[in-house]
């Protein structure tokens, strides 16, 4: 008896200072009582086994325990004391963090049988299945059933136990999760960082691109954020706000055409024509009257013909050379009506053979 207690001892010491340096596993205390079922040929009656283990739990799935087993088994012959000790591997089909824990142990153990008559030794080895029940993390209830195989004389035995455990330790947790991304500098708030900001001044909420500057969608060189006309065409004059700047006069520019005597055909380059194209381009919905005139050479009506010619060469040069919209180009020949030189000289006349583009249109955008 002083063995045990001395075996029993020793072997909760050793578990309480092992513990001590586990890192991730869990330690387990398995006391249990159970009943032994003895080979036939050991003449002993079933008995009431008593066991204490000491299991270490090294991950979900893998421990090792160190069990003890004290039993007082009755015989033809009187008692016999049966002591056993078994070192066991297990392996867990779930989780420390399931309910329920089911277990298969494979085994090697010595057995003491003591009896008044004689005593014997034998190598043992053990299989069991088994389940554990956790109550909380710390208590769990555990049962199995094992089969025992005296190796020396070719024994079976049997144990049935159930017992409740006390777990302490470490358990295996899930791993860390990764740390977070340095979180880069964006000074306006814009989303784009400092790094790669080239308008780092922009106001809170205002849509940038990739660059950190402010969109311009309508390409009208005011931002979105300020732009109360986002629609603008390209190419507009606008006002701060973004809005087409308003014509507040009528606008008359003269283009310097050459035109032989008695021809509506232009000759050489048409002196002005770039001024007046970059107007309509910078004011796409004012339209324009091209204007031709005469001298009083020949009949007015004649005059009035060729005038009309003259003025639908030009609008034609307008939408067909630089691409000015038809629908904004009016021509209209005045003849000889409206001289702005005597027609009593030859430079008089020929200054009067001219072309006019009037943009006689107020708007207010």
């Known amino acids: 008896m002083q063995k045990k207690r001395q075996l029993l001892a020793f072997m909760i010491s050793v578990g309480l200072a092992t513990s001590a340096s586990a890192d991730e596993g869990r330690w387990y205390i ?25 299991e270490y739990r090294y991950n979900d799935r893998w421990a090792t325990e160190l069990r003890f087993l004290d039993s007082q088994a009755d015989g033809k012959t009187g008692d016999t004391d049966v002591n056993q000790y078994y070192l066991d591997a297990l392996y867990y089909f779930k989780p420390m963090t399931a309910k329920w824990q089911p277990f298969a142990i494979l085994g090697v153990g010595h057995a003491e049988l003591d009896g008044k008559l004689n005593d014997s030794q034998e190598t043992q080895a053990n299989a069991s299945i088994g389940i554990r029940y956790a109550l909380n993390e710390s208590w769990s209830l555990r049962g199995d059933v094992r089969g025992i195989y005296g190796t020396d004389d070719n024994t079976w035995d049997s144990l049935i136990n159930v017992g409740i455990s006390y777990a302490f330790g470490s358990r295996s947790a899930p791993a860390p999760a990764p740390a977070p991304a340095p979180v880069e500098a964006d000074t306006d708030q814009d989303g784009v960082p400092d790094r790669r900001d080239n308008c780092p001044d922009t106001p809170a909420g205002a849509p940038v691109d990739a660059k950190g500057c402010a969109l311009d969608s309508d390409e009208d060189g005011v931002p979105d954020y300020k732009d109360q006309c986002p629609s603008t ?50 004011y796409p919905e004012v339209p324009v009257e091209i204007s031709g005139h005469t001298d009083d050479t020949g009949s007015a009506e ?32 005045y003849g000889e009506d409206r001289p702005v030189a005597s027609n009593k000289t030859v430079e008089g006349r020929a200054t009067n053979r001219r072309v006019e583009a009037s943009l006689k249109h107020k708007i207010k955008q």
């Open 30 to 54: 398995n006391p249990a009582i159970g009943l032994q079922n003895f080979d036939s040929e050991r003449n002993l009656d079933d008995a009431t086994t008593l066991t204490l283990g000491g």
């Open 302 to 333: 004649y005059n009035k013909n060729l005038s009309q010619r003259r003025a639908d060469s030009v609008r034609n040069i307008l939408i067909d050379d630089y691409g000015i919209e038809g629908d904004r180009v009016t021509a209209i020949g």
């Open 233 to 282: 065409p390209k190419g507009a004059k606008v006002d701060d706000n973004g809005c087409k700047l308003a014509l507040v006069k009528d606008i008359s520019m003269k283009l310097s055409v050459n035109f032989a005597a008695n021809s509506a055909e232009v000759t050489g380059n048409i002196d002005n024509v770039d001024e007046v194209v970059q107007f309509l381009k910078a």
